[in-house]
């Protein structure tokens, strides 16, 4: 029996020494609130129950959709480390109360942007408590589910921003077109030669005139 009573006993010793975040559980609730001057129209909106990814639940979609252990633990690589677009739109708060096996709770508090261009963006600020460490923190990425999610929930119904347009490439300096002079006008030549012609049969008239005349004189 000894060698079975040292086995429980390590046993008992080995779950002593496991982290509280082993034993962690996902969100017990969240509050929304936020979204600018006046906030929501109806007040904060606050959901409770299983918030455990993969239960189903709307708590647990919705931290599944903002990527709230992405950010609380960098878990899988996809937190950003800055925000996907500059155009993000109005901002709102979800404030999470994460519960443990020991009953425990902490907030953690995360931003959202449902109505960004590309898709609803969260942030989670670093350094938060959360079981036994602290928040990774960074940006979010989401899909458009979630904006689809927080509209059923209360939030209004708007559409996404639109991606700032793309400034136009510079374009390519084309060649100046050589000018195109007009050919001179042709009558001043046509009256430089009418005016030799009329030169040329004076001077025959004259000189039919003038052998007239000495032609005369002799006989």
């Not at 931290?63 to 109005?90: I, Q, S, W, Y």
């Amino acid at each position: 029996m000894k060698p079975r009573v040292l086995a429980v006993a390590a046993m008992a010793a080995l779950l002593l020494l496991v982290p509280a975040a082993a034993h962690a559980k996902g969100a017990s609730a969240a509050t929304i609130s936020g979204g600018g001057p006046g906030g929501l129209p109806d007040g904060p909106i606050t959901l409770k129950g299983n918030g455990e990814p993969g239960s189903g639940t709307d708590l647990g979609m919705l931290a599944e959709g903002a990527g709230v252990f992405v950010l609380m633990f960098n878990d899988g690589g996809e937190a950003l480390p800055a925000a996907p677009t500059d155009r993000l739109g109005p901002r709102y708060t979800i404030t999470w109360t994460m519960a443990d096996d020991l009953g425990k709770g902490r907030e953690i508090r995360q931003h959202v942007y449902p109505y960004a261009a590309g898709g609803p963006v969260t942030f989670m600020p670093a350094g938060q408590p959360v079981f036994d460490t602290q928040t990774t923190g960074g940006w979010y990425q989401g899909f458009d589910g979630l904006r689809a999610q927080l509209i059923d929930l209360g939030l209004p119904n708007r559409q996404p921003l639109t991606a700032a347009p793309k400034a136009p490439s510079p374009a390519t300096p084309q060649p100046t077109p050589a000018t195109q002079t007009s050919p001179p006008p042709a009558w001043p030549r046509l009256a430089v030669i009418a005016a030799g012609v009329l030169l040329i049969a004076t001077c025959a008239v004259w000189a039919l005139r003038r052998q007239a005349r000495e032609a005369t004189a002799t006989h």
